[in-house]
């Protein structure tokens, strides 16, 4: 619950002012674009980062050659 809390009222506020802020400036398609592009920026660097955990979820290759 705390995790659907955080992302249902923490987080939706920070949301809400940055693609309020790039609508006001640059037009009502743009926060859609904009947003996306931060929140694919932010999951790219989260990979980056956790690169080791990331390649620790996918299953192992096995050699062809064995």
Known sequence: ??????LNMGSTPIGNFF?????????GWSGFVFC???TLLLLALIFVIKRRAVLSWLPKRESAGA
């Open 36 to 38: 996306g592009a931060v």
């Open 19 to 27: 693609s309020g802020l790039v609508m006001e400036h640059f037009g």
């Open 1 to 6: 619950m705390s995790v659907y809390a955080f």
